[in-house]
Protein backbone atom coordinates (compact mmCIF):
# COMPACT_ATOMS: atom_id res chain seq x y z
CA UNK A 1 0.00 0.00 0.00
CA UNK A 2 3.11 2.25 0.67
CA UNK A 3 3.33 2.04 -2.90
CA UNK A 4 0.30 2.76 -3.98
CA UNK A 5 -0.07 5.82 -1.90
CA UNK A 6 3.64 7.02 -2.98
CA UNK A 7 1.86 6.88 -6.41
CA UNK A 8 -0.97 8.54 -5.53
CA UNK A 9 1.11 11.04 -3.56
CA UNK A 10 3.33 11.39 -6.99
CA UNK A 11 -0.01 11.35 -8.72
CA UNK A 12 -1.93 14.46 -7.05
CA UNK A 13 2.41 16.14 -6.80
CA UNK A 14 2.19 15.47 -10.50
CA UNK A 15 -1.74 16.73 -10.54
CA UNK A 16 -0.86 19.47 -8.80
CA UNK A 17 1.71 20.70 -10.54
CA UNK A 18 -0.19 20.21 -13.71
CA UNK A 19 -2.87 21.73 -12.19
CA UNK A 20 -0.89 24.25 -11.55
CA UNK A 21 0.87 24.43 -14.92
CA UNK A 22 -3.29 24.62 -15.88
CA UNK A 23 -4.03 27.83 -13.91
CA UNK A 24 -0.40 29.30 -15.52
CA UNK A 25 -1.72 28.52 -18.55
CA UNK A 26 -5.61 29.79 -17.90
CA UNK A 27 -3.54 33.09 -16.50
CA UNK A 28 -0.90 33.32 -19.54
CA UNK A 29 -4.31 32.42 -22.16
CA UNK A 30 -6.11 35.44 -20.42
CA UNK A 31 -3.06 37.58 -20.86
CA UNK A 32 -2.72 37.18 -23.85
CA UNK A 33 -6.24 37.10 -24.61
CA UNK A 34 -5.99 40.47 -23.26
CA UNK A 35 -2.43 41.26 -25.53
CA UNK A 36 -4.70 40.06 -28.37
CA UNK A 37 -8.00 42.33 -27.64
CA UNK A 38 -5.60 44.89 -27.26
CA UNK A 39 -3.75 44.22 -30.12
CA UNK A 40 -7.27 43.86 -31.99
CA UNK A 41 -7.88 47.14 -30.54
CA UNK A 42 -4.95 48.54 -31.97
CA UNK A 43 -5.04 46.64 -35.60
CA UNK A 44 -8.77 48.36 -35.29
CA UNK A 45 -7.86 51.47 -34.45
CA UNK A 46 -4.61 51.40 -37.05
CA UNK A 47 -7.47 50.13 -39.81
CA UNK A 48 -9.45 53.43 -39.02
CA UNK A 49 -6.21 55.81 -39.38
CA UNK A 50 -5.51 53.68 -42.11
CA UNK A 51 -9.10 54.17 -44.16
CA UNK A 52 -8.60 58.09 -42.99
CA UNK A 53 -5.38 58.48 -44.27
CA UNK A 54 -6.45 57.32 -47.67
CA UNK A 55 -9.80 59.13 -47.10
CA UNK A 56 -7.13 62.07 -46.94
CA UNK A 57 -5.19 61.05 -49.52
CA UNK A 58 -8.27 60.93 -52.10
CA UNK A 59 -9.08 64.00 -50.92
CA UNK A 60 -5.41 65.74 -51.52
CA UNK A 61 -5.50 63.77 -55.25
CA UNK A 62 -8.81 65.54 -55.99
CA UNK A 63 -7.47 68.61 -54.68
CA UNK A 64 -4.82 68.53 -56.48
CA UNK A 65 -6.72 67.60 -59.83
CA UNK A 66 -8.63 70.79 -58.91
CA UNK A 67 -5.59 72.53 -58.52
CA UNK A 68 -4.02 71.44 -61.74
CA UNK A 69 -7.20 72.43 -64.05
CA UNK A 70 -6.90 75.75 -61.67
CA UNK A 71 -3.78 75.90 -63.08
CA UNK A 72 -3.89 75.71 -66.30
CA UNK A 73 -7.04 78.21 -66.15
CA UNK A 74 -4.32 80.65 -65.11
CA UNK A 75 -1.95 79.88 -67.38
CA UNK A 76 -4.74 80.20 -70.01
CA UNK A 77 -5.65 83.66 -68.80
CA UNK A 78 -1.45 84.49 -68.28
CA UNK A 79 -1.21 83.58 -72.07
CA UNK A 80 -4.69 85.72 -72.95
CA UNK A 81 -3.08 88.12 -70.70
CA UNK A 82 -0.35 88.66 -72.88
CA UNK A 83 -1.10 88.34 -75.51
CA UNK A 84 -3.65 91.68 -75.25
CA UNK A 85 -0.88 93.23 -73.87
CA UNK A 86 0.95 92.58 -77.20
CA UNK A 87 -1.91 93.99 -79.07
CA UNK A 88 -2.29 96.82 -76.36
CA UNK A 89 2.21 97.77 -77.31
CA UNK A 90 1.07 97.24 -81.27
CA UNK A 91 -1.70 99.24 -81.12
CA UNK A 92 0.62 102.22 -79.11
CA UNK A 93 3.29 102.11 -81.33
CA UNK A 94 0.94 102.35 -84.57
CA UNK A 95 -0.67 105.17 -82.73
CA UNK A 96 2.36 106.53 -81.37
CA UNK A 97 3.40 106.53 -85.45
CA UNK A 98 0.21 107.76 -86.84
CA UNK A 99 0.90 111.07 -83.80
CA UNK A 100 4.07 111.40 -84.99
CA UNK A 101 3.34 111.84 -88.79
CA UNK A 102 0.29 114.11 -87.14
CA UNK A 103 3.07 115.96 -85.32
CA UNK A 104 5.19 116.12 -88.60
CA UNK A 105 2.16 117.37 -91.01
CA UNK A 106 0.77 120.48 -88.67
CA UNK A 107 4.73 121.55 -87.92
CA UNK A 108 5.14 121.49 -91.94
CA UNK A 109 1.70 123.44 -92.22
CA UNK A 110 2.78 125.51 -89.23
CA UNK A 111 5.71 126.96 -91.01
CA UNK A 112 3.67 127.26 -94.41
CA UNK A 113 1.03 129.29 -92.56
CA UNK A 114 3.83 131.38 -90.74
CA UNK A 115 5.16 132.04 -94.12
CA UNK A 116 1.85 133.07 -95.35
CA UNK A 117 1.35 135.36 -92.24
CA UNK A 118 4.85 136.74 -93.53
CA UNK A 119 4.25 137.29 -97.03
CA UNK A 120 0.78 138.50 -95.89
CA UNK A 121 2.05 141.33 -93.44
CA UNK A 122 3.84 142.40 -96.33
CA UNK A 123 1.90 142.53 -99.10
CA UNK A 124 -0.44 144.50 -96.78
CA UNK A 125 2.29 146.43 -95.69
CA UNK A 126 4.45 147.53 -98.70
CA UNK A 127 3.87 145.00 -101.30
CA UNK A 128 0.69 146.37 -102.73
CA UNK A 129 2.37 150.23 -102.32
CA UNK A 130 4.98 148.90 -104.13
CA UNK A 131 3.83 146.92 -107.00
CA UNK A 132 0.82 149.71 -107.06
CA UNK A 133 3.91 152.40 -107.43
CA UNK A 134 5.73 150.07 -109.79
CA UNK A 135 2.85 149.77 -112.15
CA UNK A 136 1.79 153.66 -111.70
CA UNK A 137 5.51 154.71 -112.12
CA UNK A 138 6.39 152.21 -115.30
CA UNK A 139 7.64 154.06 -118.59
CA UNK A 140 5.47 151.97 -120.90
CA UNK A 141 2.04 153.02 -118.74
CA UNK A 142 2.77 156.83 -118.88
CA UNK A 143 3.06 156.38 -122.86
CA UNK A 144 -0.20 154.16 -123.08
CA UNK A 145 -1.95 157.08 -120.97
CA UNK A 146 -0.32 159.71 -122.97
CA UNK A 147 -2.05 157.90 -126.26
CA UNK A 148 -5.05 157.18 -124.43
CA UNK A 149 -5.43 160.55 -123.82
CA UNK A 150 -4.72 161.69 -127.43
CA UNK A 151 -7.10 159.20 -128.74
CA UNK A 152 -9.64 160.36 -126.32
CA UNK A 153 -9.57 164.02 -127.77
CA UNK A 154 -9.43 163.25 -131.05
CA UNK A 155 -12.60 161.11 -131.07
CA UNK A 156 -13.81 163.63 -128.18
CA UNK A 157 -13.17 166.54 -131.04
CA UNK A 158 -14.59 164.75 -134.02
CA UNK A 159 -18.10 164.27 -132.22
CA UNK A 160 -18.05 167.81 -131.33
CA UNK A 161 -17.03 168.34 -127.83
CA UNK A 162 -14.52 171.27 -127.14
CA UNK A 163 -13.45 170.11 -123.83
CA UNK A 164 -12.19 166.62 -124.15
CA UNK A 165 -9.29 165.64 -121.06
Given at each position: ??????????????????????????????????????????????????????????????????????????????????????????????????????????????????????????????GVVLMANSILNAS??????????????????????????
Amino acid sequence: MYAARAKVTDLEAQNSTLTKKVEDLEVDKEHVKAQVASKDKDLHAKDVEIAELKRGLREQTDKSGSLEIDLEAERVKAATAEEAKQKADEARDIITSALNVAQNNYAEAQSIIDTLVLEVEWMCGRGVVLMANSILNASELDAAVAALIDASRAVGHRGGYLECA
